[in-house]
């Protein structure tokens, strides 16, 4: 392993040759292409949840009250439903999913340290569909000086 890691987060590590996910290590080197994709969150349980309430909230009889718990449910389930983010990696064999989170700030940072280290040895073509506005409250990271 590289004597110093430049980005260490929740997991995940990223120094001059190395990006480490948990367990799973991928050479900077062999990465050709690193693309982010955001997918859409799942309604689909908050969907059922609030079918079932709404089936059992129209049969008016003792099942009323548990109708509506399930729509509440049903309600909780679509407010807390967040995008995921995905990085996938390209390397030789194929691609990869190195990562999914639902914290777009988290693989912005990742993404950005793997930018900067493989412009050292050879540089990571960079396909970002997660690119949101700006955030001025996510800090520019930079990296450390190479001793």
Do not use: W
Not at 28 to 53: E, M, N, V, Y
Not at 72 to 86: E, H, K, M
Not at 122 to 145: K, M, R
Request: contains cysteine.
């Amino acid at each position: 392993m590289d004597k110093k890691a430049f980005f260490s987060q929740e997991g995940v590590t990223v120094s001059q040759t190395r990006f480490v996910v948990l367990d799973k290590v991928y050479e900077i080197k062999r990465i050709s292409t690193l693309t982010c994709k955001k997918s859409s969150p799942d309604f689909s349980l908050a969907i059922l949840h609030l079918f079932i309430g709404v089936l059992l909230i129209l049969n008016e009889d003792d099942l009323f009250a548990l109708g509506g718990c399930f729509v509440l449910l049903g309600i909780i389930f679509s407010v807390a439903a967040r995008p995921r983010y995905s990085i996938i990696l390209t390397l030789p064999e194929g691609e990869v999913t190195a990562l999914t989170s639902t914290d777009q700030q988290h693989v912005d940072r990742i993404i950005q340290a793997i930018h900067v280290y493989s412009a050292q040895s050879s540089p990571v073509e960079i396909h970002d569909e997660c690119v949101a506005d700006s955030d001025p409250d996510l800090p520019s990271f930079t990296p450390p000086a190479i001793s």
